[in-house]
């Protein structure tokens, strides 16, 4: 169980890492892509705040690679449960406040190491 916990883990820091390229480096090129009910004309009216918001998403990323690379297991556990709720609440508001799409691809994978890092503690 611990490990399957990881690699949800890790699959969760690797789509911020992926966020945070999207929305720093890439938000006029491959931002109209993925978010395409923007308006191609805002992306770059919309690209520094999409920047300020990858930038949020790397420190996630960050903080659950951190937690991965934690020795000690209680504060390895506590570490990621924190991170994985940001991430979640995140989702939760994005998918109501923007697209249900985001609850799925952020809020879901976040939630399920959240439940398995749970059970593991108890099981």
Do not use: D
Not at 1 to 25: G, P, S, T
Not at 52 to 65: D, K, P, S, V
């Amino acid at each position: 169980m611990e490990l399957i916990v990881k690699i949800l883990i890790a699959i969760v820091a690797i789509l911020h890492c992926y966020f945070l390229y999207l929305e720093m480096f890439a938000w006029t090129t491959k931002g109209p892509k993925v978010f395409k009910t923007i308006p191609p004309e805002q992306f770059e009216k919309m690209k520094v705040m999409a920047a300020n918001q990858g930038l949020y998403n790397g420190f996630l990323a960050a903080g659950l690679i951190w937690a991965l690379i934690i020795n000690n297991q209680e504060w390895q556990q506590h570490v990621s449960l924190f991170f994985l709720a940001c991430v979640a609440i995140a989702g939760i508001y994005g998918a109501a406040t923007v697209s249900v799409r985001i609850f799925y691809i952020q809020a879901m994978p976040a939630l399920l190491a959240i439940v398995l890092s749970m059970l593991s503690i108890y099981i």
